[in-house]
């Protein structure tokens, strides 16, 4: 196992030259997540950072409110239990809310019945001042870039904080999703004040992606990818500024791009 937990050494042999050679690859494993003795989850990523994994879902998916109300989090394997400080008849509504957006996001038979489920669904609403220089955002985005280089075919997620003036958390795994629920975990341990702080991830931003920054106040996503329509609809609907790198386009902002200040606006008019 090499990277920290991250892959594996596989031999494989060259179509073309017939040579023998060893290649890493990312791990991925099924984690079992259990909330106050139940399963509540299970979760294909690859088996490293788990508690800051599970904070980071569960702040996410609007299940505790604030890092404090986590207790214990005992990893054992590929179970993680955790014990919530939260009063059972309160913990059955929020776990019932998480069952409920999970069957939106993974069962909708199409655009449209997706995005009348999601409307009628509670969203989050981010309302932040913070604003980032587009040459400073710029910066954030090279140095980021060169810390997911080193990922072996694995997705990375960072948080940039505004406050510490650099990028305070780094989290890699082989799903886009989890990434964002383990550096938003790491991030909430160090009690990073997210209001004032951007996500950066390698992997496109579907909408559970965008809602989990707006469910702790991130005000500002950027991925490194292209845009998908259900975390663009995500984002005008929760409050987010969400910019992606599109190819041949540069960076490229679909949402509030009034946080990102030296930018030149040009507002198409009819």
């Known amino acids: 196992m090499h990277g920290q937990g991250l892959s594996t050494s596989v031999r494989g042999v060259r179509l073309d030259t017939g040579e023998a050679v060893v290649d890493e690859v990312a791990l991925e494993f099924p984690i079992n997540i259990y909330v106050n003795e139940k399963h509540f989850v299970t979760v294909f990523a690859t088996p490293h950072e788990l508690k800051e994994m599970v904070v980071g879902h569960l702040l996410g998916h609007g299940v505790v409110?604030?890092?404090?109300q986590v207790g214990d989090v005992v990893v054992d394997g590929l179970d993680i239990l955790v014990n919530l400080n939260i009063g059972n008849g309160e913990l059955e509504k929020?776990?019932?809310?998480?069952?409920?957006?999970?069957?939106?996001?993974?069962?909708?038979?199409?655009?449209?019945?997706?995005?009348?489920?999601?409307?009628?669904?509670?969203k989050p609403r981010v309302n932040s001042d913070f604003r980032i220089g587009v040459d400073k955002l710029r910066n954030v985005m090279a140095e980021f870039g060169r810390h997911s280089k080193r990922a072996v075919s694995v997705h990375t997620a960072g948080i940039y904080s505004d406050t510490e003036g650099q990028l305070v958390s780094l989290a890699m795994d082989v799903s886009r999703h989890v990434t964002v629920d383990?550096?938003?975990g790491k991030a909430a341990l160090q009690r990073i004040d997210f209001t004032r702080s951007l996500l950066l991830t390698t992997g496109r931003q579907a909408s559970d992606m965008v809602l989990k920054a707006a469910r702790v106040g991130i005000p500002i996503t950027v991925s490194l990818?292209?845009?998908?329509?259900?975390?663009?609809?995500?984002?005008?609907?929760?409050?987010?500024?969400?910019?992606?790198?599109?190819?041949?386009?540069?960076?490229?902002?679909y949402s509030y791009p009034e946080r990102i200040t030296g930018a030149v606006l040009k507002i198409a008019t009819r």
């Not at 776990?95 to 509670?122: M, Q």
């Open 225 to 253: 990818r292209g845009p998908i329509f259900s975390g663009v609809y995500a984002a005008l609907k929760s409050g987010v500024t969400m910019a992606s790198v599109v190819r041949g386009k540069g960076l490229t902002v």
């Open 182 to 184: 383990k550096v938003i």
């Open 65 to 68: 409110d604030d890092v404090e």
């Open 94 to 122: 929020r776990l019932e809310r998480y069952k409920t957006f999970k069957l939106i996001i993974t069962s909708c038979g199409s655009v449209e019945d997706y995005l009348r489920a999601f409307d009628n669904n509670t």
